[in-house]
């Protein structure tokens, strides 16, 4: 079973930047999408960043110009960049990978742990 694994988090003053990563670990032929969600509290999660097996990138309105998206395919890790931080965007963070092909088929759904970000004014 491929397991996600997030790295980073932690409390930042507003306009500061922090960096993530989530790895994916396992036996691991290809991933497609991966996508970084967010759930401030009292809200539901939602989608604001995703990156596809090519590298092509979308973003949610509140952290375009903000934040960017990458993935190294050799590493099965994808990042996260946020510069320019707001106290809006606490909230915990998870990487998402819809779809993991391994060497057992297909992994569908798969989530990291999930980590703290808070920003302070």
């Known amino acids: 079973h491929v397991q996600l694994v997030e790295s980073g988090g932690g409390l930042v003053q507003a306009g500061g930047s922090l960096m993530f990563s989530c790895a994916a670990s396992g036996r691991i032929f290809s991933i497609n999408i991966m996508g970084w969600y967010r759930q401030a509290p009292g809200k539901e999660r939602e989608l604001f960043a995703a990156i596809t097996g090519i590298s092509s990138t979308n973003y949610a309105d509140s952290v375009k110009g903000r934040f960017t998206i990458s993935r190294d395919n050799a590493k099965n890790t994808v990042y996260r960049q946020m510069n320019s931080l707001k106290p809006e965007d606490t909230a915990v963070y998870y990487c998402?990978?819809?779809?993991?092909?391994?060497?057992?088929?297909?992994?569908?759904?798969?989530w990291g742990q999930g980590t703290q970000v808070t920003v302070s004014s």
């Open positions: 998402n990978a819809d779809q993991i092909l391994t060497p057992f088929g297909f992994q569908r759904g798969s």
